[in-house]
Structures are given as C-alpha cells and as structure tokens.
C-alpha cells in the first residue's frame, strides 16, 4: 500500500529549503510589481535600441 506523505511535499525530500518560513529583517524586501515593471522597461529600451541600430 502507499504511504502517505506527512512532510513538505517534494520540496523537503529534495533537500531545497523552503525561504518563506524565514523572516529575515536584514533582507532587501522588493515588491513584485517593482520586479515586473522594471523588467517591462528594460524590455522596452532593449527593443527600441535593437530598433534603432
């Protein structure tokens, strides 16, 4: 018969550490939406250059 898990799923019997239990206060905290706009300009200016040269 199967065993049932009572762990963290496949995350902890991989070995990977879970970093959403850590709350460190000495981390730089960015905001997603900070992430995904900067990356939207840099996709912007990337493709405006390649258009230009």
Do not use: E
Not at 36 to 50: D, F, H, P
């Amino acid at each position: 018969m199967a065993q049932k898990n009572s762990g963290r799923g496949l995350s902890s019997s991989a070995g990977l550490v879970t970093y959403y239990d850590a709350d460190d206060k000495k981390a730089i905290h960015i905001k997603p939406a900070a992430v995904l706009i900067t990356a939207a300009v840099i996709g912007v200016v990337l493709y405006v250059l390649n258009l230009i040269f």
